[in-house]
């Protein structure tokens, strides 16, 4: 079945550094999802990238999905106390959404 | 005030028990989901549905059963054949459409069998 593979499980930044997580699927995915979970939330979505090799930006986030939609990955530049929580990838085939098993940002100020 | 609610919050319940959560979603969305999330594991798909009175099992479905009665609501419930029943349910909801099909979640459940 289709497996989505999140790495790494663990981010720990200093303050203004840039970061990336990764995701990949065993499977040719129709859609990508970001989201992004606070601890102690639920996970509230950041973006959907949908193109063979799409690329969008959310002011300091860049969102990639692989030439072979089987790939994504998640660049935060110069990180903020505010990125602070667990980042999960979900790949979309058909009607199935398959989570990541996340990457768990701390920051040090 | 659209969105999706689960409940109650925390849950306690013995052993050999069964037990419901309850998940209701006023966004007019065809296709509803129940996550399961522990620790370093993410969320894993327990059932999902896309259309009423029709459902698929996700990665993890033993020990679960759901119904889909109406679109509004997909109530799961944790069986007393679910080994390790202990963890955090979250249901979520979206649109089938080929636009955005971004999920919305509830608070979530926390489960705990004691």
């Known amino acids: 079945g289709q497996q989505v593979m999140q790495i790494p499980q663990y981010q720990h930044v200093q303050e203004g550094e840039d970061f990336t997580t990764y995701c990949n699927s065993s499977?040719?995915?129709?859609?990508i999802q970001w989201y992004k979970q606070r601890p102690g939330g639920h996970p509230v979505f950041l973006i959907q990238?949908?193109?063979?090799?799409e690329v969008k930006k959310q002011k300091r986030l860049t969102f990639q999905f692989g030439e072979a939609k089987k790939n994504s990955s998640l660049h935060i530049t110069a990180t903020q106390t505010t990125d602070v929580g667990t980042y999960f990838c979900?790949?979309?085939?058909?009607?199935?959404?398959?989570f990541g098993a996340g990457t768990t940002v701390t920051v040090r100020a | 005030d659209g969105g999706i609610t689960q409940s109650p919050k925390y849950l306690f319940r013995k052993e050999g028990q069964n037990v419901t959560l309850s998940c209701e979603q006023n966004?007019?969305?065809?296709?509803m989901y129940w996550y399961r999330q522990d620790p370093g594991q993410g969320l894993r798909l327990i059932y999902y549905?896309?259309?009423?009175?029709?459902?698929q099992k996700g990665d993890i479905a033993e020990g679960y059963s759901v119904s889909r009665e109406k679109k509004e609501s997909f109530p799961l419930t944790v069986t007393s054949a679910q080994k390790n029943p202990t963890a955090f349910y979250l249901c979520?909801?979206?649109?089938?459409?080929?636009?955005?099909?971004?999920?919305?979640f509830g608070q979530g459940t926390r489960l705990t069998v004691v």
């Open positions: 966004l007019n969305h065809d296709a």
């Open positions: 979520a909801s979206s649109t089938t459409g080929t636009g955005a099909t971004e999920a919305f």
């Open positions: 499977t040719t995915l129709s859609n």
């Open positions: 979900a790949g979309k085939n058909d009607y199935k959404l398959s």
């Open positions: 549905s896309q259309i009423v009175n029709d459902f």
């Open positions: 990238l949908v193109k063979s090799g």
